[in-house]
């Protein structure tokens, strides 16, 4: 496309190299990263709750979790009175589904980012947090591959 002038559209592709250099190509689906910035932008206008940052352990996971976690921090959102909001960031394993109850506050509205794309554990701690809905106030935010899950009931 650079060579050719020619403008392209790639739906399907969520590499950043293919676009950083060829401003012929167009990218439709954003990178991880970018969903990752967005998602740290728009918290930043939440005033009040605790982030939760909840991290998958393959590398993947952990590598987007820790560039938004390290642009998160950088932009903290902070309460009426400029002081910054709660954060805490955890692995998702078994323990931390056996401490939700120690983890989430009943008094604050739980803002949960999931960095994982392991569908048996992401089912395993969506399950959790609905037999608790009615105790802790959560809102959850996940990664765009979740909406292609079967097991993963996301209405």
Not at 44 to 69: A, E, P, T, V, Y
Request: glycine share 4%; proline share 5%.
């Amino acid at each position: 496309a650079r060579f050719q002038e020619t403008q392209l559209v790639s739906p399907l592709s969520s590499r950043p190299s293919l676009v950083e250099r060829n401003t012929n190509i167009i990218q439709v689906s954003p990178s991880r990263q970018s969903e990752s910035y967005a998602m740290a932008n728009y918290l930043h206008g939440i005033k009040k709750g605790r982030i939760i940052l909840i991290r998958g352990s393959d590398s993947i996971s952990m590598q987007n979790s820790w560039k938004f976690k390290r642009y998160l921090l950088e932009h903290m959102p902070t309460d009426e009175t400029g002081r910054p909001l709660y954060f805490k960031d955890y692995r998702l394993n078994d323990s931390l589904i056996t401490n939700l109850g120690k983890i989430l506050s009943k008094e604050e509205e739980n803002l949960l980012i999931v960095f994982s794309d392991n569908e048996p554990e992401v089912n395993n701690l969506v399950t959790r947090l609905i037999q608790r809905a009615a105790l802790y106030p959560v809102i959850l935010f996940g990664m765009p591959s979740w909406q292609g899950w079967t097991n993963v009931d996301l209405t």
